[in-house]
Nanobody, 125 residues
């Protein structure tokens, strides 16, 4: 399985960005695709996730109402739309895949089997 990420960059506070994560190598079924972010000297933190079957989404409190996750079943791509970005959103963002679909286990980066290469998102005030 390969997860190839695109998007990211540098923006001003209040602006928007969209990240994409394309999965290849197999067909996703009973899995969760999630976005995490990692700041300097920090552990990877859960941003949000989507169950591939059904499309239910989950978000960290810090991004609720600003970020949204969607998927394209045809291209097997997951998107992270980030609106009203804040300086504290600055981090390297990763997408990951896990077979542990419980709402608690999906929030732990240690439960993920595959990761994208990561993309820097920088938000300046």
């Amino acid at each position: 399985v390969q997860l190839v990420q695109s998007g990211g960059g540098s923006v001003q506070a209040g602006e928007s960005l969209r990240l994409s994560c394309a999965a290849s190598g197999r067909t996703l079924t009973n899995l969760v695709m999630s976005w995490f972010r990692q700041g300097p000297n920090q552990e990877r933190q859960f941003v949000g996730g989507i169950r591939w079957n059904g499309g239910t989404t989950y978000y960290a409190d810090s991004v609720l109402g600003r970020f949204s996750i969607s998927k394209d079943n045809t291209t097997i791509t997951v998107y992270l739309q980030m609106n009203n970005l804040k300086p504290e959103d600055t981090a390297v963002y990763y997408c990951g895949e896990t077979s542990l679909i419980h709402t608690v286990t999906m929030r732990n980066f240690k439960n993920y089997n595959f990761w994208s290469q990561g993309t820097q998102v920088t938000v300046s005030s």
